[in-house]
């Protein structure tokens, strides 16, 4: 019978996700535990779909018992990461199967904005006195100590009050915001865009607004 991993456990230093228990920045302990004593100290990695596979270096603390560590740091990719196993057991036995603990989901990614709408949409007239334009932002996860900044290319920066909406499918959360522009503003054209930063509840920071390229 070929020898199979009982479970693999994963013990973060830090809090995990509330919401979906995933596994921030942090040093993460593994325990692996076998189902019979083994030849030579197992293999034991993890897969990050569409990341660098995590070698993890075992040592043994029991006849089937074996423990090690690694890191999580930004540049590690987020989502879910598959254990690979592979063992052998006294009478040379190859074994792959993991019974618990076969998938650790990872969170090394900031929240981000998903959508950015504008009303007025582009290109906003600003020639029949103040024009209040209102923005809302769509984000893919919940945030903390978010901040919103619209930046005009000839005029001082415009940090912005934001009240929680109800967000879209697909959506996490949705915040909006109304604005005046200058009365000058426009007066020769000039750009708009939106500084955004927050951090999610593993203090992952998120800077990146997608699919929103400006507006004049």
Known sequence: VAPYALSVTYESNKDLDSRTG???PSIVDVVLAVSEPLMTKPFLSLAPAGGTPINIDLTQSNETTYRG???ISSSTKSGTAYALFSARDLAGNRGTAITSGSTVLIDSAGPKVTRLDLQP???IKNDGGPTQVTVTVGLDEPTENMALIAKLSAHPDIPLSLSPVTPEAGEVEAFRATFELPLDAGATPESLTFEYSAKDELQNEGT????FEGAQ
């Open 22 to 24: 995933a596994i921030g």
């Open 69 to 71: 560590y690694f890191p």
């Open 121 to 123: 949409a582009t290109p």
């Open 208 to 211: 990146q607004i997608l699919g």
